[in-house]
């Protein structure tokens, strides 16, 4: 495969099925009354404690009466701390509390209402993998990557809002991407990615009223290139369904070797910036084909041996690299790489 004939610019999807999920919370005005949720994102199924805290009122010596969906969960004098378990993803809970102070007439009342959301990412990056690979583009470092967030995120009555009617903000490294956020922005192009530590991407949902529905980080973990071999026929081309590693029988006069890259940045291969550099026993030598992709070893009579064929494919642009290395046995012959 010669990048100068055959190059092709790969961008699959590699889809990350990693549950994102918060809950929104929704509390009634008093400004008598602080309440403190922890922790801050709930998620589906979790236990969510609440602390009320107030200035004006003892609440020491209150009468509290918690409730969840208009069912009494428990009850007692200074109980300001309530936990309760969250509700499936989807659905909703209304939490109460009824407070009751000696002294005052009135009832002092505190509702919540709980509402779940959650975000799936889709991430695909601007990194190269061989036609035939049925996996999804993995981002390295200084490569691009898109990501796509496909949010589920409900109103404080239930019902979804539609992911075009959202409103998007993207921070990188903790600064507000302003360019790529506003409404109905659910994709972000990231170029490059950091080299000297993963980027920390984080999202913001809003929705039009300005409510946040969801603050979660983004899943991105980076990946090293890698390079494997293949033999190469000349009537079947790339034997790509088996890939050569460790210890290898040279049953046949020769073999022809294609070292082939994966998660490479796909503009430096574009430009011919992927060099391809061959060592036999640890001395260099020169591929015979394809721009230094491919090389042919064939053996000479002589003693039964072995020998260790080595590549490494590194990136001018970006210094990033991979190894690999091939141990040959030879029968009755010498190794020796041909023209």
Known sequence: ??????????????????????????????????????????????????????????????????????????????????????????????????????????????????????????????????????????????????????????????????????????????????????????????????????DNIKLEISSLAGEVKVVKNVPLTLTAPKVLFYETKPLSGVQYQNSLSGDLDLKQEEISLIAEPFFFNNTDLANNLIKFNWTMNKQDFTANSNGGQITTLRQEQGVVGTATVGIRVSSVNNKTSAENILRMSFGQRNLIFGL
């Open 1 to 198: 495969m010669n990048y100068r004939f055959f190059y092709k610019i790969i961008l699959s999807l590699a889809i990350f099925c990693v549950p994102v999920i918060s809950f929104a919370f929704y509390q009634s005005t008093n400004g008598k009354l602080e309440a403190v949720v922890s922790p801050d994102n709930p998620g589906a199924e979790q236990t969510v404690s609440i602390l009320l805290k107030s200035y004006f009122y003892n609440l020491d010596g209150c009468l509290f009466t918690w409730t969840v969906d208009d069912i009494e969960i428990t009850k007692g004098t200074g109980q300001k701390t309530f936990s309760f378990k969250t509700a499936p993803i989807g659905k909703a809970n209304a939490v109460s509390a009824i407070i009751n102070c000696p002294g005052i007439a009135e009832t002092i009342t505190k509702n919540f209402v709980f509402q779940s959301n959650d975000i799936d990412f889709l991430i695909s990056a601007d990194t190269y993998t061989p036609s035939f690979y049925r996996g999804g583009t993995q981002p390295t470092a200084n490569s691009g990557a898109k990501i796509v967030a496909l949010p589920q995120v409900y109103d404080n009555t239930g019902n979804l809002i539609p992911a075009t009617e959202l409103i998007y903000r993207w921070f990188k490294n903790g600064k507000l991407m302003t360019n790529s956020s506003g409404f109905n922005k659910s994709v972000l192009n990231v170029r490059p990615i950091d080299s000297e530590g993963l």
